[in-house]
């Protein structure tokens, strides 16, 4: 049986591929690059006792009273491990890699959920990119864009992907068809029924496939650390090669309890109705319209309700 | 802004000629569409090209303001007649008019311009949005329309006060009762303002105390708006209620058109004579379930002037006269009693009665009266063996009494 080389055929294809496209490789660069930097300084700039307030407002608002005592605690306990700034670069590596993916994601759920034969094509690639090992990902970025942040921002976002794509196309197929025939039957044009229909009603699905491109975001970060991405990423990398164990469970908590946060925060958000404050707040405002007597409509306390 | 018919009572408000659906492509539905053609049975076709043929070779008229109502078993393709009108469904052969305008024809944005502004549509699953408040979905249409912000809420106002439900306007529809739910469907039908109502099933998801109200809502504001509305139903009872003509679906192929009263006295084949033998209140039912007392009735010894006032103010034309064991004697009709009233006669002779009524025992089927309520200036007397007369039957009464849904 003669050896295939595959292998080396996509080498060759990268190598090429580096060859042809230095500008566009660099713009990309220069754009995630600005981009993280930015929002690290955001979140490392300001000192802790300014953040931790702010991120459990968040979650009061989002989950309430619970998370944001939770909020409080954990990462109180981050900063007192001296682990608040990687945390911070972390969660900015996170959030950009979660939006590009979210921004890529959506789009080609919503082509997927339209055309059959987008959802024939995409449905394998989606496929490979889940099941291809994580490690997978960081060599052609690190080809690409060289050791440090952005390798890691690139290959955590097309990591984290996948289900953003997928739950997308499951919300809008899931969208009950007699609601979009309402829809063209009062004379909606498509893109009115997407933007005001489809994408509302299946905005419980996409929350959660949100919900996880972060989630996978965040795991995909530590071992973007490998690429030098900085962060909670770097700590546990180099407490696992200088088996520092003291460090390693330090670090591993880090992303342990950031995880836990965003994952609880994003999931109130998909949750149908909000159960945070938020809810409460909008609902104490709109009270008043619906609480008086039916005599009269309301119109000046409409806007306060929608 | 409805449409005045022009041209006289030919004008149609939604006119179908040969309308035929067949779901499948190719050269299988050509051959479905050949089959069906030489008057091969829906059953065959499917099995012989494996398409459906939902619809097959319908015509029909409606008229503008009237309850046309299309009824047939599950599956007889009532949901695809009904969205092939406003084309949902494109139809695989035949041709729609709505007010003498061809729907083939259209591209899309004349279509949605019509879906619009000509028809609008409820549904049996009510297919609100539910991420909006009652009053966003009544307005949904005239949303689509664009517009003035204040009239579009002055049409929804409108149109959820003609429901009863202005005051929960502001609710969710996730809120609401299943009844609730379908009044804001209705609701944001009406704000459209649109000349064409398609209901497909709008009931059939309510149970059968709101699916009452329901049609009494319905048979009120088509007298006040009369609008031209297209009903699907499965209930004969319902298509009875509501029906000025029914259109009877089987299979895809239209069985019957007419009026209730013509469909049940003359069922068109032995299928509608099946249907109508189902309706099992049609037999249970008898004429002391629908008796009325009598608005009016005479005896030989009135005076004619009286009984003619009288007569007018009960807006009738003609009495039955009692002798005093109250034994029905004849009918007297206002024609003769003008003529009394100019002669000074006081009283009502035996000659002048006539004998232009039916009678009936108590205990007869609705469906032995069914063919003999209406027929005559006087209600159908119902009377006991010595000709007593115990109440009257009304057409009225019958037909309401088919509708009503059975208490078991
Ligand atoms: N989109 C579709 N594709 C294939 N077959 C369909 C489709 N819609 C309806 N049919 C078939 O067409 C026939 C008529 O359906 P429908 O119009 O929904 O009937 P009804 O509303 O009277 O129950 C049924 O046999 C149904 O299975
Ligand atoms: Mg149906």
């Known amino acids: ?49 300014i953040w931790i307030p702010v991120l459990a407002l968040a979650a009061l608002l989002v989950r309430g009273v619970g998370l944001a005592v939770y909020t409080l605690l954990a990462f109180l306990l981050i900063s007192s491990l ?64 060289g050791i440090g942040a952005v390798p890691g921002v690139v290959a955590t976002t097309i990591f984290a992907i996948p289900p953003a794509v997928r739950l997308t196309e499951l919300g809008i197929r899931g969208v009950d068809p007699e609601v979009v025939e309402a829809a063209h039957a009062f004379g909606a044009h498509p893109r009115q029924i997407l933007r005001e229909v489809q994408l509302p009603m299946a905005l419980p699905s996409i929350m959660a496939g949100i919900n996880q491109v972060i989630m996978l975001a965040l795991s995909m970060v530590v071992v973007a650390g490998l690429a030098g991405a900085g962060g909670l990423g770097t700590v546990v990398v180099s407490a696992v090669t200088q088996l520092d164990i003291a460090a390693g469970f330090e670090g591993g908590l880090a992303v342990v309890l950031l995880a836990i946060f965003l994952d609880r925060i994003t999931a109130g958000l998909a949750q149908r109705p909000l159960t945070g404050y938020w809810t409460k707040l909008r609902n104490r405002q709109s009270a008043p319209a619906t609480a008086r007597p039916a005599t009269e409509p309301t119109p000046a306390a409409a806007p306060a309700a929608g | 802004m409805s449409a005045v018919s022009s041209t006289g009572s030919e004008a149609a408000m939604i006119r179908c ?77 035949g041709t729609i008019e709505i007010d003498g305008r061809a729907l083939g024809g259209l591209d899309d944005a004349e279509l949605r311009e019509l879906r619009n502004r000509r028809m609008s549509m409820v549904f049996q699953h ?23 912000e204040a009239d579009r809420r ?26 609730m739910q379908q009044r804001v469907g209705l609701a944001r039908a009406l704000a459209s303002d649109t000349d064409v109502l398609l209901m497909d099933e709008p009931y059939s998801a309510l149970d059968p105390l709101i699916r009452r109200d329901m049609q009494a809502l319905l048979l009120r504001l088509q007298r006040e708006l009369n609008k031209t509305v297209v009903f699907i139903t499965h209930d004969l009872n319902e298509a009875m209620l509501l029906g000025d003509r029914i259109l009877l679906l089987k299979d895809g192929r239209l069985v019957q058109v007419g009026t209730g009263p013509e469909i049940l006295a003359a069922p068109a084949d032995d299928y509608v004579a099946d249907f109508v033998a189902d309706v099992d209140r049609t037999r249970v039912l008898t004429a002391a379930d629908v008796i009325h007392q009598p608005r009016l009735t005479a005896h030989l010894d009135d005076n004619p002037a009286d009984l003619l006032r009288r007569l007018g103010e009960a807006e009738s034309t ?55 309520v209406g027929r005559h200036p006087v209600p159908l007397a119902v009377v006991d063996d010595e000709r007593k007369l115990l109440g009257v039957v009304p057409r009225a009464a019958v037909l309401a009494a088919l509708a009503t849904p059975s208490r078991s």
Do not use: C
């Not at chain 2, 009108?85 to 695989?92: A, F, Q, T, V, W």
């Not at chain 2, 009510?126 to 003035?148: C, D, K, M």
């Open chain 2, 318 to 372: 003609a009495a039955y006269v009692l002798d005093d064991e109250g034994r029905v004697l004849g009918v007297v009709h206002d024609d003769w009693l003008a003529l009394a009233q100019a002669t000074r006669t006081r009283e009502i002779t035996r000659e002048s009665l006539t004998d232009d009524y039916l009678t009936t025992g108590a205990d007869r089927p609705l469906i032995d009266i069914l063919q003999q």
């Open chain 1, 82 to 145: 001296d682990l608040w700034a990687e945390t911070m670069e972390t969660l900015a590596v996170v959030l950009v890699a979660a939006v590009i993916a979210t921004a890529v994601g959506v789009p080609l759920g919503i082509w997927a959920a339209r055309k059959r034969a987008a959802s024939a094509v995409l449905r394998p690639i989606l496929d490979f990119m889940q099941t291809t090992p994580v490690f997978v990902y960081l060599i052609p970025a690190v080809f690409f864009f």
């Open chain 2, 154 to 179: 002055e049409k929804g106002e409108w149109a959820l006060e003609q429901v009863g439900l202005a005051d929960r306007a502001e609710a969710l529809p996730g809120e609401l009762s299943g009844g």
């Open chain 2, 126 to 148: 009510f297919a609100l949005l539910p991420h909006r408040t009652v009053r966003q979905n009544a307005e949904y249409g005239l949303q689509i329309r664009g517009g003035a």
């Open chain 2, 17 to 93: 000629q040969g309308l035929t659906k067949v779901f499948g492509s190719g050269p299988a539905a050509t051959e479905a569409l050949e089959l069906s053609g030489r008057g091969v049975g829906r059953t065959e076709i499917q099995e012989r090209t494996g398409v459906t043929l939902a619809v097959h070779d319908v015509s029909f008229d409606v008229r503008p303001g009237e309850l046309f109502v299309v009824m047939g078993l599950s599956g007889s393709g009532k949901s695809t007649l009904v969205r092939l009108l406003n084309r949902l469904i494109e139809p695989s052969g």
């Open chain 1, 1 to 49: 049986m003669p050896r295939i080389e595959l292998g080396s055929y996509v080498e060759d294809f990268i190598t090429w591929l580096l060859r042809a496209i230095p500008g566009v490789l660099d713009a990309i660069s220069a754009v995630v690059t600005a981009i993280t930097d930015a929002l690290t300084l955001a979140l490392t700039g300001p000192p802790f006792w």
